[in-house]
């Protein structure tokens, strides 16, 4: 948590569900987000959406884990980010993410899709710790 709330970076006014579906090309307009929540918050918690449809890519935990790796690594480099806070915001979307879904019918991610995730999650945390 204290990657999200360092004084050298103000809260901002995100989008909040900046995601690959969100995103859309139209010919006269170009690219547009769509579907903004308007919330306030650290910068690193825009793409945690984004890092949550990559742990819906690969079967095992070592491919989510280096999915996840390269999509930190780009994020990191293309938003002058340490790769800290983008994990932060990745793990923040995952834990809401889930938590949400407790309160809605169970849906099409298995407890143990969801445990897949969690541990690439992790792992990648420890990694990007170091």
Same mark, same amino acid.
């Given at each position: 948590?204290?990657?999200?709330?360092?004084?050298?970076?103000?809260?901002? %006014?995100?989008?909040?569900? %900046?995601?690959?579906?969100?995103?859309?090309?139209?010919?006269?307009? !170009?690219?547009?987000?769509?579907?903004?929540?308007?919330?306030?918050?650290?910068?690193?918690?825009?793409?945690?959406?984004?890092? !949550?449809? #990559?742990?819906?890519?690969?079967?095992? #935990?070592?491919?989510?884990?280096?999915?996840?790796?390269?999509?930190?690594?780009? %994020?990191?480099?293309?938003?002058?980010?340490?790769?800290?806070?983008?994990?932060? !915001?990745?793990?923040?979307?995952? @834990?809401?993410?889930?938590?949400?879904?407790?309160?809605?019918?169970?849906?099409?991610?298995?407890?143990?899709?969801?445990? @897949?995730?969690?541990? #690439?999650? %992790?792992?990648?945390?420890?990694? @990007?710790?170091?």
């Amino acid at each position: 948590m204290e990657e999200l709330t360092t004084p050298d970076e103000p809260q901002l %006014l995100l989008h909040g569900d %900046l995601h690959h579906w969100n995103i859309l090309l139209d010919e006269g307009r !170009g690219w547009m987000a769509i579907d903004p929540k308007g919330v306030v918050g650290a910068s690193c918690l825009e793409v945690g959406c984004f890092l !949550g449809n #990559a742990l819906n890519q690969g079967n095992t #935990a070592a491919e989510k884990h280096q999915i996840l790796m390269n999509a930190i690594r780009k %994020l990191s480099d293309r938003l002058c980010q340490h790769r800290e806070r983008i994990f932060a !915001g990745a793990f923040c979307d995952f @834990v809401m993410a889930n938590s949400w879904d407790l309160k809605e019918e169970p849906n099409s991610r298995s407890p143990a899709s969801v445990e @897949v995730g969690l541990q #690439a999650l %992790l792992q990648v945390g420890e990694e @990007v710790s170091v």
